[in-house]
């Protein structure tokens, strides 16, 4: 069993930045692939950043440039680092571990 628990979400006005964290507990293992999944109001789940256990990441174009994500495998930590926030990046964010397992998610607010 994998339990995730996401935090760091909040309102923050367009250019801001945020730092998402999750807290693995479990079977989690430093060679699982961790990611970060969004989905606004009306539309579906989107990846947002995955890395896997060696450490290959990938990002969602329209994320490039400003997100940045990162893990600690010694606290069973994934980060997500968000800079220059735009009201399209409103969402729920969510954990996803192995690509099977999620979080409760936390909510992103860009709003001015």
């Known amino acids: 069993q994998v339990q995730l628990v996401e935090s760091g979400g909040g309102l923050v006005q367009p250019g801001g930045s945020l730092r998402l964290s999750c807290a693995a507990s479990g079977s989690i293992f430093s060679a699982d692939t961790m990611g970060w999944y969004r989905q606004a109001p009306g539309k579906q789940r989107e990846l947002v950043a995955f890395?896997?256990?060696?450490?290959?990441?990938n990002y969602a174009d329209s994320v490039k440039g400003r997100f940045t994500i990162s893990r600690d495998n010694a606290k069973k930590m994934v980060y997500l680092q968000m800079n220059s926030l735009k009201p399209e990046d409103t969402a729920v964010y969510y954990c996803?571990?192995?690509?099977?397992?999620w979080g409760q998610g936390t909510q992103v607010t860009v709003s001015s």
């Open positions: 996803n571990a192995q690509f099977t397992y």
């Open positions: 890395i896997t256990g060696g450490g290959s990441i």
